[in-house]
């Protein structure tokens, strides 16, 4: 049987804040672990290791949260940026977490390796292409002219940034690798960010999955999908062989973070993606029902994920 963790992205609530809160309501749904988020901070954080109700499967980076000087949450600084001082500032976050999770004794850091261009927001194309899809409009001539231009703009400044993400990589791995901690590297939610699927060759290059490999996360495959800029099956088509987690989430329209089964995601192909992982964690929002965050575990079982 596999082992199901809950995020903490879920704890979003005033309920949880506690952070011990979200673990007793994941044992009482019938989770086996805990992952901790790139939203939780470090008081919620080190009640849910000291209370132990939970194992903790995994840490996502760069959890615990916590706001910079700027303002912005630490998350908003770039792995792949090619200034080196905000580059090593994004490595010393993700140092914590690689901390954390020796601590917890988590054997999984997953990454968000950053983005292309100085901002982490989405391109402009980006933005007006997801608002065409929620307004109906999904082909056309105006539809393709903004996908054409996205992905002509991201190819064009892409370089440098892979390159730093590649650096930054290493760098972690030389961290995590002595604490026997792996890094996976998630595919990613908006197009501007890093990396691609071809992307992961020069990424993953001479690593052993022991310490870093691809992380799949359903929703973000599909919505990228649908937008018609990446085929939801070219993650795993090709890299299922170096897959070593899994966030599992469902999505309707462009929305997703649903529960599995709270959505029109076909699974089949998911299920022969990530089938052979031992480990597998659901990544549900705040606005999901808790039911529907219960019922999850049976939906999964019902499709050979459990």
């Known amino acids: 049987m596999k082992q199901l963790a809950l995020s903490t992205m879920f704890a979003q609530q005033e309920r949880f804040a506690d952070g011990v809160s979200l673990a007793r309501f994941a044992l009482e749904a019938g989770y086996d672990a805990i992952e901790i988020s790139h939203s939780t901070p470090e008081p919620a954080l080190a009640a849910i290791a000291e209370a132990g109700i939970l194992p903790v499967a995994s840490v996502h980076q760069p959890a615990p949260y916590r706001r910079l000087a ?3 949450g630490n998350s908003s600084l770039n792995l792949a940026s090619p200034d080196e001082d905000e580059r090593r500032a994004a490595v010393e976050e993700a140092a914590r977490s ?3 999770a020796a601590r917890l004794g ?3 850091v997953v990454v ?3 983005h292309v261009g100085p901002s982490p927001d989405q391109f402009e194309e980006e933005l007006a292409l997801r608002r065409a899809y929620d307004a109906g409009e999904r082909t056309g001539a105006r539809v393709e002219a903004l996908r054409v231009q996205l992905i002509r703009r991201r190819a064009e400044l892409a370089g440098p940034y892979v390159e730093a993400a590649r650096r930054s ?3 972690l791995v030389r961290l995590a690798a002595p604490r026997g901690i792996a890094i996976g590297i998630e595919n990613r939610y908006h197009y501007h960010e890093i990396p691609h699927p071809a992307e992961y060759e020069l990424i993953l290059d001479g690593f052993d999955p022991s310490e870093a490999g691809y992380w799949h996360d359903v929703g973000h495959a599909e919505v990228l999908g649908r937008l018609g800029l990446i085929d939801r099956h070219e993650w795993l088509n090709r890299w299922t062989s170096r897959c070593i ?3 599992l989430h469902d999505v309707l329209g462009i929305g997703d973070h649903r529960s599995p089964g709270d959505g029109d995601v ?3 192909y998911v299920v022969d993606g990530v089938g052979h992982l031992s480990h597998l964690t659901l990544e549900i929002n705040q606005h999901q029902p808790d039911d529907r965050v219960r019922s999850a575990i049976g939906f999964l079982a019902g499709i050979g994920l459990r």
């Open 245 to 247: 987690g899994a966030h």
């Open 112 to 114: 968000h390796l950053g």
């Open 70 to 72: 700027n303002g912005r």
């Open 169 to 171: 990589l290493v760098d």
């Open 98 to 100: 690689i901390e954390w």
């Open 106 to 108: 988590a054997r999984r």
């Open 266 to 268: 076909d699974w089949s």
